[in-house]
């Protein structure tokens, strides 16, 4: 077989997709969508580096050292959410996509970081979905194995944790009109498998 020709433009192209394609369910007392395709990048300071870490986030977010039970918010032209994913390790969460999330990370934490955190792009492997409504504690407390009450969990508490056997970071947004908000994040992979947990837990399922 002959050998395509280097000049040869291929006839197709690809096209990004979202893992859920745009969810939305809306039920009496509960809505659950995707949030819409943000850049993701994990921070993790290398050994010997926390300090300056740690400097970098309090300088940014100006709200003290990075937590690992609470999220830290940054407005503005970078909009991000700062959140605690594992071990040593967080999620620098973009509001929407951005061309270069590595760079643009090590840009907010300044320059001379690149030698003192590690930084990986995790757009892709990460999915978000928005929980909210008057009735998702129904939702929660089948699901979720921690407490997830307002005295517990304020705006801004995170956690990570199991959900129907599925690794889920689950993060206290504002109140959506009055009512709880909830983002939860799992890997992309569980996309389908997640959905089908929460979209089959009361309100969204009657009891």
């Given at each position: 077989m002959a050998n395509p020709s280097p000049d040869q433009k291929p006839n197709f192209t690809l096209t990004a997709s979202?893992?859920?394609?745009?969810?939305?369910t809306i039920v009496d007392g509960a809505s659950l969508f995707e949030v819409s395709t943000r850049s993701i990048v994990s921070l993790s300071p290398f050994t010997g580096?926390?300090?300056e870490f740690n400097t970098a986030i309090d300088k940014l977010f100006n709200?003290?050292?990075?937590?690992?039970?609470?999220?830290?918010?940054?407005?503005?032209?970078?909009?991000?959410?700062l959140l605690p994913s594992s071990l040593s390790q967080w999620f620098?969460?973009?509001?929407?996509?951005?061309?270069d999330p590595?760079?643009?990370?090590?840009?907010?934490?300044?320059?001379?970081?690149?030698?003192?955190?590690?930084?990986t792009d995790q757009s892709d492997a990460w999915f978000t979905l928005a929980l909210t409504g008057p009735l998702i504690h129904l939702t929660l407390e089948r699901i979720c194995p921690i407490d997830c009450s307002s005295s517990v969990m304020p705006i801004g508490a995170t956690a990570r944790t199991m959900?129907?056997?599925?690794?889920?970071?689950?993060?206290?947004?504002?109140?959506?009109?009055?009512?709880?908000?909830?983002?939860l994040m799992s890997a992309r992979s569980s996309a389908a498998s997640f959905l089908?947990?929460?979209t089959g837990s009361p309100p969204f399922t009657p009891k």
């Amino acid at each position: 077989m002959a050998n395509p020709s280097p000049d040869q433009k291929p006839n197709f192209t690809l096209t990004a997709s979202s893992p859920l394609d745009g969810h939305c369910t809306i039920v009496d007392g509960a809505s659950l969508f995707e949030v819409s395709t943000r850049s993701i990048v994990s921070l993790s300071p290398f050994t010997g580096n926390e300090a300056e870490f740690n400097t970098a986030i309090d300088k940014l977010f100006n709200n003290g050292y990075p937590s690992a039970t609470k999220a830290f918010e940054l407005t503005g032209k970078n909009a991000c959410v700062l959140l605690p994913s594992s071990l040593s390790q967080w999620f620098l969460c973009f509001n929407g996509e951005v061309p270069d999330p590595v760079t643009t990370a090590f840009d907010l934490l300044g320059r001379k970081t690149s030698n003192q955190v590690a930084i990986t792009d995790q757009s892709d492997a990460w999915f978000t979905l928005a929980l909210t409504g008057p009735l998702i504690h129904l939702t929660l407390e089948r699901i979720c194995p921690i407490d997830c009450s307002s005295s517990v969990m304020p705006i801004g508490a995170t956690a990570r944790t199991m959900m129907e056997h599925v690794g889920t970071i689950i993060l206290r947004r504002p109140d959506d009109d009055g009512s709880p908000c909830f983002w939860l994040m799992s890997a992309r992979s569980s996309a389908a498998s997640f959905l089908r947990v929460i979209t089959g837990s009361p309100p969204f399922t009657p009891k």
